[in-house]
């Protein structure tokens, strides 16, 4: 859920230490933790607000484990690396993307997948030489009008990463703005699909509200945001 992120700035609070935990311990030692009124033991990573996101395809070992394999979204580039440095070992999600060329090797050395929503990083990762090619999220707008390609650059964009040689893999992505209204989805839905009904990469789209609503929102990745520290995305439920 992207109304979560982007509060690094701020002094330490309860969603932080939250936050930290699943950084450290893992996100089911998070709720017996939470059950038990642990103690905040996220202290090297501080105020870091990240949500979870689950992927149960194409992950051998995963499977093996009988458990999705999970990543973390974050908004900040200094926020990932805080957490990679705490020795998190599994994906981690650049929410926001990178604004210079600069950047991109610090990325890539860390193994964080980015958010491409502007045609400046589309022409940055184009010209990239890196050690380590990246997993890109392609972000639609689908009426958000936050960050998110325009539908009719959604396509000529895919192309023009598939060749790139800094891009690994493929995803597409978008942000509902209104998932927890019961009219929310179907503009959003029609806009996503006219961008991405012929491409073949998966596909997140499903915040906390579009969890709950899954049968209506598909796709194959989730984004659980609020939900994550017990609330609910639904405001008057």
Known sequence: DDRLVGR??????KLGH?????????????????????????????????HLMADAADDRRAAREDRPRDRLF??????????????????IVLLEGFFEARELPEIAGARIAVVVHHLDQVAMLERAVLARPLEVFVKVNTG???????????????????????????????????ADEDDGLADALARF?????????????????????????????VRPGIMLYGATPFAYQ
């Open 193 to 221: 699909e006219s961008a991405c009904g012929n491409l073949p990469y998966p596909r997140s789209l499903a915040n906390s509200a579009g969890v709950f609503r899954y049968g209506e929102v598909g796709g194959d990745i």
């Open 74 to 91: 974050v908004l900040e580039l200094d926020t990932a690396i805080r957490v990679r440095d705490a020795r998190y070992s599994r994906r």
């Open 8 to 13: 690094s700035h701020q002094s330490p609070g």
């Open 18 to 50: 939250v936050a930290a935990k699943i950084v450290r311990v893992g996100h089911g030692q998070l709720r017996s933790r939470r059950r038990r009124g642990g103690a905040n033991v996220g202290d090297e990573v501080g105020d870091c607000d990240v």
């Open 144 to 178: 958000m009008n936050r960050l998110g390609l325009a539908p009719a650059d959604v396509a000529p964009v895919c192309e023009r990463l598939s060749h790139a040689p800094a891009v690994a893999a493929l995803r597409l992505m978008t942000h509902f703005a209104r």
